[in-house]
């Protein structure tokens, strides 16, 4: 599921995001990863919250800007267990 109402525009707008999946506020069960992604079909870029067999929980598009820029903060985001 991907929230289309919502894009994340800042690399500030990414950490809260990244902060609200770590800290379980989103209520998503069997989050394990977090990756930049594009879209297979129109190539637009999202930040992608991950299960433990790789499929997309959750999902928000992102600009261009954080595509490029937000790669090292989603390498070093933490790893959530449930």
Same mark, same amino acid.
């Given at each position: 599921m991907i929230n289309d109402n919502d894009i994340i525009e800042t690399l500030e707008e990414l950490e809260a995001f990244l902060r609200l999946v770590e800290s379980g506020a989103l209520g998503l069960e069997n989050a394990t990863g977090i990756a930049l992604a594009t879209?297979?079909?129109? +190539? *637009?870029?999202?930040? #992608?919250?991950?299960?433990? %067999?790789?499929?997309?929980?959750? +999902? *928000?598009?992102?600009? #261009?800007?954080?595509?490029? %820029?937000g790669k090292e903060m989603i390498q070093k985001a933490p790893q959530r267990r449930h």
């Open positions: 879209n297979n079909a129109d +190539g *637009r870029p999202f930040v #992608a919250v991950l299960d433990n %067999n790789h499929q997309l929980l959750y +999902g *928000r598009w992102v600009s #261009a800007y954080v595509y490029e %820029n």
